[in-house]
Each structure stands twice: as C-alpha cells, then as structure tokens.
C-alpha cells in the first residue's frame, strides 16, 4: 500500500509529478523489477512446477508448457491491450473526432500539459491526440494491475500453505522488496490515467489486498492444500506461466518501450541513460533476490 500511494503525493511532492525527471527514473526502476519478477521469480517457479517428479514424464517433461504458456499470455495481453484501447476510444471519444489537429497542438507534450482530473466524459473536452493518449494509460493501468493481482494471489497462496521457516523468511523479504516496486511502478500508471478518487482506491485496495487474500486461503486450505500434488503444481505452474507473460509483455512494451521511445526520453541522452541504470538497478536487485527466494 505505501508503494502504490507514493506516486499520488506528488502534488506535495514536486520532484516526483510525471513531468519531472524523477518520476521517470523512479518508474523505469520500478519497470526492472516488474521484468525482473517475470523472468527471475515467476516464470522460474512455473518451470518447477510444471517439470516436477510429481507430474507424469509425458507430456509434463516431454513439451515446455511453461515458455508455451507464457508466450500464448504474452499474445493474449496483446489482444486485450489492443482490443480494450479499442472499446474504449470508440465508447470515449467522440464519433465526429477531427483526423486532423492544429499543428501547434501536434508539438504539446501531453506530460507538461496540464489535462487536470479527466473522468469520463471529460475526455470529450481534450483533443483526439490527448484522449487517445489517456485512454493509454488508463488500458496500461488496468492490465498491469489484472497481472500483478494473479501472481501476488499465487504467491500468497504458496506462502500461507508452506510449514518450512527457512523458505518463508525469505519470501517474505523478497515480497516486500518486488511489492514496494511493483506498487510503485502501478501507482504511477494510475496517476498518469488520472482516474476518479474512488477508482484509484479500488485499484489501491486490490493491489494491496491480494497476497494477505493469498495468504489467508493459504493458511485455511493447509490442511488440505498439498504443494505437490498434481493438481496444485498444475494450477500453480499454470498460472504462474500466465502471469510471467503478461508481466514481461507489460513491463517491455507498455512501460518501458512506451517511456524509452517517448519525447521526453529520446530529447535526452543524458536522461535516457540514467533510466537505463535505473532499470538495470532494479531489475538486479530483483534478480538477486532470487537467490534466497
């Protein structure tokens, strides 16, 4: 929870708000760790899973399930990407929206433009160009969230379930590491979506809420939840493939494609380079911490 409201005290915060330098150097940190987890924690565990001695040699050991399941997400969250921004522009924006705008509009950075809380119909008061782009961040805002809830409820799961001290320690310090960044990393899509205060405490509350949810059937199905049978490890595995691929597809191409091809970036080297550390920082630190979880 502090992670994924640290963005919305920007407006206190002056150095943190979206057109500033920090705030992108902090979300490309924040994108890191999100890839990071997809490929160093998540889609690992699926491996495990699904290639356990537990499971039938054939097909379990026989095919990749994992890297076939995660590349069948990838794609899938493309569809959703791509068809959500279509619902939305054609349900949002007006019918008789100009193929055209003024070109001094053209050259505005929609992030030092000053789009106030749009809500709804008030996408109609902003140029296609603007709508188009805020329609973005709200589709980016709603994926991301949908990818982290599923791995955050597994992991939980997994947690609740487990009796052995020596791998809950250092779960708990790796989750409270890739929380805080992931929190961050999705608070800064809400706050770039400019969502209705309601909407941003739904978005906070089921971030926020999923691994305790997690934990807590985890605990209440010990008894008769067993980490290696079939069925779990291939629910488990399964659904952990799912959630790597929609994680690596957000974190590659909705947030750090998206801010490294943008103007902001591409008008700076010196910026640009520092996002990169930033990135390589956060996606390291993810990275180590698979060592003990």
């Given at each position: 929870?502090?992670g994924?409201?640290l963005p919305f005290?920007?407006r206190?915060?002056?150095?943190?708000?979206?057109?500033k330098?920090?705030f992108?150097l902090?979300?490309?940190?924040?994108?890191?760790?999100?890839?990071?987890?997809g490929?160093?924690?998540?889609?690992p565990d699926?491996?495990?899973?699904?290639?356990s001695?537990?499971?039938?040699e054939?097909?379990?050991?026989?095919f990749?399930?994992?890297?076939?399941?995660?590349?069948?997400s990838?794609?899938?969250t493309l569809?959703?990407?791509?068809?959500?921004?279509?619902?939305?522009r054609?349900r949002?924006l007006?019918a008789n929206?100009?193929?055209?705008?003024?070109?001094n509009?053209?050259n505005?950075?929609?992030e030092?433009?000053?789009?106030?809380?749009c809500?709804?119909e008030?996408?109609?008061?902003?140029?296609?160009?603007?709508?188009?782009?805020l329609?973005?961040?709200r589709?980016?805002?709603?994926?991301?969230?949908l990818?982290?809830v599923v791995?955050?409820?597994v992991?939980?799961?997994?947690?609740?379930?487990?009796?052995?001290?020596c791998?809950?320690?250092?779960l708990?310090a790796?989750?409270c590491f890739?929380?805080?960044f992931?929190g961050?990393?999705?608070g800064?899509?809400i706050?770039?979506?400019?969502?209705?205060?309601?909407?941003?405490?739904?978005m906070?509350?089921?971030f926020?809420?999923t691994?305790?949810?997690g934990i807590?059937m985890?605990l209440?199905?010990s008894n008769?939840y067993s980490?290696?049978?079939p069925?779990?490890?291939?629910?488990?595995?399964?659904?952990?493939a799912?959630?790597?691929?929609?994680?690596?597809?957000m974190a590659?191409?909705?947030?750090?494609a998206?801010?490294?091809m943008?103007?902001?970036?591409?008008?700076?080297m010196k910026?640009?380079?520092?996002a990169?550390?930033?990135?390589?920082l956060?996606?390291?630190?993810?990275?180590?911490m698979?060592k003990w979880?």
């Open positions: 929870m502090v994924v409201c005290f920007s206190h915060i002056p150095a943190l708000r979206p057109d330098d920090l992108i902090v979300k490309a940190f924040a994108s890191g760790v999100i890839l990071a987890t490929y160093m924690h998540v889609m699926s491996f495990d899973c699904l290639t001695e537990c499971l039938p054939n097909p379990w050991r026989k990749p399930f994992t890297t076939f399941v995660a590349m069948l990838a794609i899938l569809m959703v990407d791509s068809y959500a921004m279509s619902y939305y054609k949002n007006p929206e100009p193929k055209t705008i003024d070109e509009k053209k505005v950075n929609l030092t433009q000053d789009i106030g809380h809500h709804g008030d996408l109609f008061k902003l140029d296609g160009d603007n709508a188009t782009q329609l973005r961040y589709v980016v805002a709603q994926v991301l969230e990818g982290i791995h955050s409820v992991i939980g799961l997994s947690m609740g379930a487990s009796d052995n001290p791998t809950i320690r250092p708990v790796a989750l890739h929380q805080l992931e961050m990393g999705l800064g899509c706050l770039q979506a400019e969502y209705a205060i309601r909407t941003k405490a739904i906070v509350l089921f926020s809420a691994t305790p949810l807590a985890g209440g199905l008769v980490e290696n049978s069925t779990a490890l291939i629910v488990v595995g399964v659904l952990n799912c959630s790597a691929g929609l994680l690596n597809y590659l191409v909705d947030l750090l998206s801010d490294f943008g103007m902001k970036l591409q008008k700076s910026l640009q380079t520092w990169y550390i930033a990135v390589l956060g996606a390291g630190g993810m990275s180590l698979a979880a």
